[in-house]
């Protein structure tokens, strides 16, 4: 398994070939969260390096 940590709680998993996108994508700072840097942000959204072909996106709150 590979956790890769994005920003705030912002994960990637990887196990198994599947991989599952965790409250990564944050646009808005609010105290004390950050938001996903934006070179992150851009590869996330044009599915590229670690973030190509993400199986599953969870937010688990908003």
């Known amino acids: 398994m590979i ?3 994005i920003s705030s709680s912002g994960l990637l998993i990887c ?3 599947i991989k ?3 409250d ?3 646009t808005k ?3 004390p969260f950050s938001c996903t840097p934006l070179n992150i942000l851009e ?3 044009n599915d590229e390096y ?3 072909n993400i199986d ?3 937010f688990t709150h908003v």
């Open 43 to 45: 590869k996330i959204l």
């Open 24 to 26: 990564a994508i944050n």
């Open 29 to 31: 700072s609010v105290f």
């Open 56 to 58: 599953y996106i969870l």
């Open 20 to 22: 599952i996108l965790i």
């Open 50 to 52: 670690d973030y190509k």
């Open 3 to 5: 956790i890769k940590y």
């Open 15 to 17: 196990e198994n070939n």
